[in-house]
């Protein structure tokens, strides 16, 4: 178990969320053979 103190939270939601926004989009815009290569890790 990991604890954080206030200014750790801080620092971690602003580097983690926008590095999880932009897997999420680029993810988006695979075609579905690509998503289905990347899902099956092949």
Do not use: Q, V, W
């Amino acid at each position: 178990m990991i604890h954080f103190t206030d200014t750790g939270r801080e620092y971690t939601k602003s580097m983690i969320l926008p590095a999880a926004n932009a897997d999420i989009e680029a993810k988006a815009e695979l075609e579905d053979k690509d998503m289905i290569e990347l899902a099956s890790g092949k």
